[in-house]
């Protein structure tokens, strides 16, 4: 890389510290970190949302399919995903938003121990952090194969320096940094994703390239589906991401809570749906396009960056590597967030009774903390991650295939629809997608779709099951469910009055 390619990337990290810094100042406790206080305008915490659920996954695992298969890669990778969050929507981004303002929560996981109990609470508060580990583990790893491929930096260098400036701005900042940050990354990673297009159209002979491009693709690159991601996969993933990306990938939950009402929540959920359906095509374009303009690549994860390297001029190959690190570092940035409010507010509560008792300076300074230990740890097992099977093995075989388990209890929980179902219910769902997992992927070795589709599946009819054929209704539950259903006359958040006031 040129020095101008470095001066880029340098300046991007600055820019992101800078505005952890700047939000340091508007964190005075526990709530302003984990939920920026309910204050968020719904369109940044639509930005941040989209900006949240992917990474530089997309520039690796995700081009190689592209480079590979065409098209299918964005059905079942990213329009499932808007579709799913379209049907989020409307039955939980406006629940998770009263979790909030009725019942005072600042962790996704928060009101599990009300809905069910604390043993279903710790489940699986414990599972989703272990899984998150390994998910944000394979995320520095792929940014550290761009930045091996773009300038030889070695692998470890690469995860530490990119795990070390989101650590810095996110410890300081909270919510608010990560949503900050998000919305100057979704500006840089749109400049450099116009400029790629740009250059990839130019090669390919102007803009008539858009609808001519096609045509000299392999045929196969053009069908929907493909012996490996088949009609079956696809409707498994909206399915999968409808809970993923709706509160079981519990980051995605904040930005709902954040956002001041419920309406302007439903909003920026809308807004995140239609950027899943729309801005992957411009991200991908240049991925469908690499077998014309890089035929015969050994390693299809490095398509990508081998188009950068080969047709960016300096400084517009830095510009397009700080687009790709955005993602990977707003992912993370949140999935640290949510792990930290989790730990904070659900897991050491139970095992300290010190920590019962925190003040708000001590729940801050803990909050804190935990994010380091949290970021660190996943830093030292992305240096394992090619051992652990690869990067698409890691997010599409372990995570989407166990989220599913994490996932209904804690999203169904909130439905009047299953106000029968207990912690019984919970926590056999729980147990038996995550054996049912284990079964097809390790001992069957079953395919992709239904190492996928088996987990989620058993934990519905289990869940489902049991809450009615055993019921375990309770009137405590009716009433937080009752009060999450309803706005209620009047309900208004105390800064939403005082910004009704001043208006």
């Known amino acids: ?42 369109w940044l915490a639509g930005i941040s949302h989209h900006m949240s659920g992917y990474s530089a996954v997309l520039f690796v695992a995700y081009a190689a399919v592209a480079y590979t298969d065409g098209i299918t890669v964005y059905l079942w990778g990213f329009a499932s995903i808007g579709i799913g969050v379209g049907i989020g929507s409307w039955l939980f981004a406006g629940r998770w938003n009263r979790l909030r303002a009725k019942l005072g929560v600042a962790s996704p996981l928060e009101y599990l121990k009300e809905r069910y109990n604390v043993p279903t609470q710790q489940a699986l508060a414990w599972s989703g952090g272990l899984l998150k ?25 690469g995860i530490v320096i990119t795990g070390a400036v989101t650590l810095v701005y996110c410890t300081a900042g909270g919510l608010w940094a990560d949503a900050l940050t998000d919305f100057g990354q979704f500006l840089i990673q749109g400049l450099a994703a116009i400029v790629m297009i740009v250059v990839i159209l130019g090669k390919l002979g102007g803009v008539s390239a858009l609808w001519t491009m096609w045509g000299q693709l392999p045929p196969s690159h053009l069908s929907p589906t493909t012996s490996k991601f088949t009609t079956t996969l696809l409707l498994v993933y909206v399915l999968v991401k409808t809970l993923e990306y709706n509160g079981g990938m519990w980051n995605l939950a904040q930005r ?11 909003r920026g959920a809308r807004l995140s749906s239609a950027l899943y359906l729309l801005w992957p095509l411009v991200l991908m374009f240049p991925m469908f396009a690499a077998p014309l303009l890089v035929p015969g690549l050994q390693d299809p994860n490095t398509s990508y960056a ?41 897991v050491l509560p139970v095992l300290s009774r ?24 996943t830093m030292v097992v992305a240096t394992q991650a090619q051992n652990l099977g690869g990067v698409l093995a890691i997010v599409v075989s372990w995570v989407a295939a166990l989220i599913g388990p994490i996932s209904v209890p804690l999203l169904l929980g909130m439905l009047p629809a299953f106000r029968r179902c207990g912690p019984r219910a919970a926590l056999v769902s729980w147990a038996g997608g995550l054996l049912s997992y284990a079964l097809v992927y390790y001992v069957f070795h079953a395919s ?20 009615l054929v055993a019921s ?14 309803t706005d209620g006359p009047g309900q208004l958040e105390p800064d939403s009055r005082a910004s009704v006031a001043a208006n």
């Open 448 to 467: 992709q779709a239904t190492v996928v589709a088996t987990p989620v599946l058993v934990s519905l009819a289990l869940f489902t099951g049991l809450g």
């Open 354 to 377: 010190r920590a019962r008792a925190f003040t708000e300076a001590q729940g801050l300074r803990a909050a804190r903390v935990s994010t380091v230990i949290f970021v660190v740890l």
């Open 133 to 157: 580990i390994f998910d944000i583990a394979a995320k520095w790893y792929a940014v550290a194969t761009l930045l091996n491929v773009f300038a030889g930096v070695p692998y470890v260098w």
């Open 256 to 266: 709902y809570m954040a956002a001041p009402t419920p309406r302007e929540a439903v």
């Open 306 to 346: 081998v188009m950068t390297m080969t047709f960016l001029p300096p400084g517009l190959i830095g510009l397009v590597l700080a687009g790709i690190f955005s993602h990977t570092m707003a992912m993370v940035s949140s999935d640290a967030n949510a792990i930290s409010s989790v730990i904070t507010r659900d």
């Open 472 to 485: 375990e209704r309770r009137a405590s539950v009716d009433e937080i469910i009752e009060s999450i259903n």
């Open 1 to 42: 890389m040129h020095v101008l390619d470095w001066t880029m990337v340098s300046a991007y990290f600055l820019l992101m510290i800078g505005i952890g810094w700047w939000s340091h100042r508007r964190i005075n406790d526990v709530k302003d970190f984990f939920t920026a206080g309910g204050r968020m305008p719904w």
